[in-house]
């Protein structure tokens, strides 16, 4: 569990409780190894598991600059200062959220509120997270005995905040700051937590329904994706993007070095959160995997890439750059529920398709008339479930019916409270500026700056 | 020492000399395993510690950006190309003057030029940089026969060049080019390798007066902050700037996208600040340490932000992002000092209240018409001692005597050798471009070319 | 072989098969180890070695933001999209190509389709790359026995991608999209893998001139080099930048701070490219020559941006940003081909010159007509001739008539193949945009959409 494909060995450290954990780990070097090797010694794996996570974690901490910077560059100039604040603070928010409440929410190692890892665990354990004592290691409370809580920690943290990064995106140009950071809170304080412990906590659709997603295309990206979906509806569309004869009216990205430059980031941040959802890389097997994964989460954003060049051009005679990286973070996500059991073919087609969604998906959403401005809804929701459904293509361990299933209750129960908490803060609060802001933007109106104060608008 | 909390460690293998470290070594890996682990072996243990300094030196090295795109950021349009310039040529002169005399000065091994370890070291040795000879590895030249030569040169370069980062933002928008570029030959060559040997070197600061500073609250950040300072006032705030009435007119950046890019850079980058000042992770109880620091460190940062974010609304009814910024980038400096003992919560603390010294610092060094263009002297020398004051909270090892005394001797070293420094430039050759420069902008008048050509100024 | 100095080592593997490397390996660790120390299992080698080839490989891929942030920061606004989207479309076909045949092209292990180990290798192998089964680790298809092939393929793509994204730079603002495009598949797919197989490869230039280029001066940067002057010379200047009496006039780029931050990105990246191509650091000595490769690599860079530096102020009496960025680049360029030997003095100078190079290098070939939009002729392919030949003056395996024989087969090759190809490109679809469309911008012309919209030129 955690984010990656090593149920089993998980499950049954948890269970047995960390001494035996201890004992446990060296064997399972062993039985990697059918060639006459020289194991890595325990403490070695255990540094090299804890390594893999703080490098995969700052990769992924690094895509939270991705999402600003693709978000910054394609609003409208007026209101990138306020992107850019919305994305820094939801950051600040998800650390220390997932620090107070998150943390033990996703991993109650087998304590669950609700529910049991038997029977099906539905709500974890509360606390604040607690690390080990300084320079104590693997003799005290290390989780699993093959890591440091730090790293792991650190690592699952970054999964939380990304899934915020996910949700701003669709919102920008008209909600309201303090809303947004008030159900920043709560999206990383439960609603991320307590749907990923059903899965990489162990809870029911681990132990009930055998769903896999190696990396989260559902736990992490269709969530960001479904609570966006929930805000953009009740929000309503930014004032001119459709016509009262319902036609669309394309509004321009700002800056898109800014928006190529994000794409980057979150390409190169991808291989930590997908490698790095091995969870281990102690032995030969581990690393040997990882590195596969590695190629294969590159190659599914080269398709994906491809994909879009291609279509754009097919379709509208046209390449649409911004078809081609939101075409390459589709790759992306649709590879993120099994990056590791394609072949690097396989893996390029998956991408692919995750492209081709993201060519039809944009026009389509304009069509229901729900404005979603950078694309995140395409990219991270309806390429997450694609994703999600292809793993049974590869993964003769996944079943349809289970990861279908588990999509389903994964969206209801985030589109559904996500739903209602908008609607509460929209009575409450109210979560939209006003029109004369939005139409001013929200950098003078709610901010009283600008992101470019010098560069005349045309 | 080097930047880190290991002296014990370190002062044994710099006494014993490098024969008895090797065997020193492996021990020190069992005391920390209680439990039936195998330890790493020797050769593993040395490849860990020389990947921490690898890891961690490019992070330091990345953060070069961040500056260089912080400031970019906050400076006006017309000074921006003279700001990336400023930006890349520190870091390249800081690379040279740490190789020519820097690093030798800075880690005497012993041989000090005035004191010596027993009486407490004040200079250290002078000559160049020599690594090993290639593929020789451990056997030869290795520092303390626990990492490579090159991989410790590399790490300990970049916070060398960090502390001269951290001037440019400061004296922006009006300092002439060379006088800084050769402000920035003294700082790094001499100034910072002088005072931070007395602490990482294991100078009198560490022999004698028991100073805690882990990865450079003090060493790295108030040192360059002292710099700016002095520079600050013998040149004077930019016109405009201040009017006859004593009012501070606010002078905008021109890219805010840049600014926080140049955030998350050094947010990123600080991973491998702090982390890698743990000087080792090739044992379990050092890797758990490494986990912790990051951890702790991006919870700081977090802290430093939401305090800011929520700071700024309360006091001016709307949030500021440059706050927000600084207040992150606050909180980074402030666990810099001890990024290890506090827990997540501490930490978090810890760089909450670094945020708020943000605040309230930048608008009283307006009052004292102290023009720091960035905030950098806000954010790496008035939290950089608070964070050096903080360590006592936290590590029963540390003394609030030991820190004040230090904090005090570092800031009159640099704030007096960088003013008479100034002072001198000034006197021979000019620091400060002519008016009618200024007020053309420094892109035109000392580089003749503009950093947005095309983007007509409003 | 691979990208790097390993040639004995790796061609004993590739003779021996995989089964005797397996027990080769330790065995060479044990060669390294003259004191009493305790080597890493032959499991941790792997991982070690397999974990160089990720980070490296990440920080490679890196470099392709740079490289579009640097392109993009130099060209004008009006071609600033396109250049964004041929800079992440190359970066995608290139992953595809490497993938479908690049790989066993360049990497025969003996298999060649021309030529033998023995006569000398010209032509390799052809077949998609494959990558060992999941979770079975070294006991199966593992390259070499030393790391996993994963890991390798994916290093190694990120040089094939490098290649491709030299070539953009030259030939901005005028040179329509398709034909680009096409042009790259063939780069990445063919041109490059087949001269790659002559050194990397263990094909004739490394078994029958001894030929030595660490990390690609030649294979890597002047092959760049090399098609982007041809498809300059086929395609010409842009309109305007020279006059009819022969004048060059300057074209200024519309953001130097992006360009700034790609070199950055570069510079960052560059470790990898380097520090990766010693393709081992699982013993003592390996990761000592890593840690030495990234001091050079960075002292290098800092030696050419300060020769541009004062160069530039001597020569012109201001100094021109763009060539301090193109002095680090240049620096980074000509320390690829040996950045092991060199001590860190010597380094400097071998990167000093390579910033000279590019002060005088770059209004020569204006004087020639050859307009290069970035520079990237001087950097990538002059400075990378000069660090080829520099291998010998610090490496005595090196000969000046091997370097020099095989910087001319490589050259004669690339040049006359890429030449070809341009013409046929020219004559079957046209490679360049019409007189009107380059005048408007290729953004509006043939994307359709602009970078910045709202930023009204001047």
Chains 1, 2, 3 share one sequence.
Not at 163 to 181: D, H, M, N, Q, Y
Not at 321 to 343: F, H, Q
Request: charged share 10%; aromatic share 10%; glycine share 14%.
């Amino acid at each position: 569990m955690r984010a990656g494909g090593k149920d089993n060995i998980m499950k049954l450290a948890t269970k047995l409780g960390l001494a035996s954990a201890l004992v446990a780990l060296p064997s399972m070097g062993l039985a990697q190894d059918a060639v006459p090797g020289v194991d890595a010694s325990s403490d070695s794996i255990f540094i090299f598991n804890s390594l893999l996570f703080l490098i995969g974690g700052f990769l992924v901490m690094w895509m939270a600059a991705g999402f600003a910077m693709l978000e910054a560059g394609l609003v409208r100039s007026k209101n990138v200062a306020m992107q850019l604040t919305k994305n820094i603070s939801l950051f600040a928010i998800a650390a220390v959220m997932y620090y107070l409440i998150g943390y033990n929410l996703m991993y109650p190692l087998g304590n669950w509120s609700v529910g049991s890892d038997e029977t099906g665990g539905y709500l974890g354990a509360f606390g604040v997270a607690v690390l080990e004592a300084v320079g104590v290691g693997r003799d005290a409370a290390d989780d699993y005995g093959y890591a440091s809580t730090g790293s792991d920690f650190y690592f699952q943290l970054m999964f939380c905040a990304t899934t915020a990064s996910i949700v701003s995106g669709t919102l920008a140009e008209r909600i309201k700051l303090w809303p947004f950071l008030i159900f920043t809170v709560v999206l990383t304080g439960l609603i991320y937590p307590i749907q990923a412990s059903w899965k990489w906590g162990g809870g029911f659709l681990d132990s009930q329904y055998g769903f896999l997603d190696f990396a989260g295309s559902t736990v992490v990206h269709s969530v960001g994706g479904w609570a966006a979906l929930a805000g953009a509806l009740i929000l309503g569309p930014r004032i001119g993007k459709y016509t009262k004869e319902g036609r669309t009216v394309p509004i321009m990205g700002s800056n898109l070095p800014l928006a190529t430059l994000g794409t980057f980031i979150l390409w190169l941040g991808w291989f930590g959160f997908n490698g790095g959802s091995q969870l281990a890389m102690g032995t030969v097997g581990d690393v040997a995997d990882v590195s596969r994964i590695f190629a294969n989460t590159n190659t599914a954003a080269a398709g994906g890439a491809i994909a879009a060049l291609i279509l754009t051009q097919v379709l509208y005679k046209k390449v649409d750059l911004t078809m081609v990286l939101n075409g390459a973070l589709a790759g992306l996500v649709s590879i993120t529920a099994e990056p590791l059991t394609p072949t690097l073919g396989g893996a390029t087609l998956i991408g692919a398709v995750g492209g081709v969604i993201v060519v039809f998906a944009v026009p389509m959403l304009d069509k229901l008339k729900i404005d979603d401005v950078v694309g995140a809804i395409p990219v991270h929701l309806i390429a997450g479930i694609w994703g999600t459904i292809a793993v049974v293509f590869t993964n003769s361990d996944a079943t349809i019916g289970g990861q279908l299933i588990s999509i389903i209750i994964v969206g209801a129960f985030v589109f559904v409270v996500s739903g209602i908490l908008w609607f509460i803060l929209k009575a409450v609060m109210g979560i939209r500026v006003s029109e004369e802001e939005e139409i001013t933007g929200l950098d003078m109106a709610e901010l009283g700056m600008e992101a470019y104060p010098e560069f005349s608008k045309s």
